[in-house]
């Protein structure tokens, strides 16, 4: 389910098993990419994810964070897919995207809503 509240896109993926989902899921996210730069991702009830590169995520990824003010922010229910998405972070930081893990909504809320840096 994908919503739109004010500036930020708010999307919730419930029950991936499979990469290709988890894929469907970015690509339908991307989809409001050209008209918002900020981004909010549930996941819950999903497999974790650890062989991202080998398998297009980034890549999918990022059509969302297309531009350094794109911002994508991930909350993941559990510890094994908190471990996941936080490597999601990592490599894709190392894609110079824009993508942070989070543990709570407030946090997450706090870092899309923050000023941008131009360099």
Do not use: C
């Not at 004010?6 to 899921?25: C, H, M, P, Q, S």
């Not at 909010?40 to 999903?46: D, E, G, I, N, T």
């Not at 993508?99 to 131009?118: D, G, H, K, Y």
């Amino acid at each position: 389910m994908i919503t739109v509240d004010e500036d930020i896109v708010r999307a919730e993926l419930v029950g991936a098993e499979t990469v290709e989902e988890t894929k469907e899921f970015l690509r339908a996210a991307a989809s409001h990419a050209s008209t918002h730069r900020l981004f909010l991702f549930r996941v819950r009830a999903s497999k974790p994810v650890f062989r991202l590169q080998q398998q297009g995520l980034i890549e999918s990824l990022r059509e969302v964070a297309r531009t350094p003010s794109h911002r994508v922010a991930w909350l993941a229910e559990g510890l094994d897919l908190q471990i996941s998405y936080d490597y999601f972070e990592l490599l894709a930081r190392q894609h110079t995207l824009n993508v942070r893990s989070f543990r709570s909504e407030s946090q997450a809320l706090q870092w899309l809503n923050e000023p941008t840096t131009q360099p």
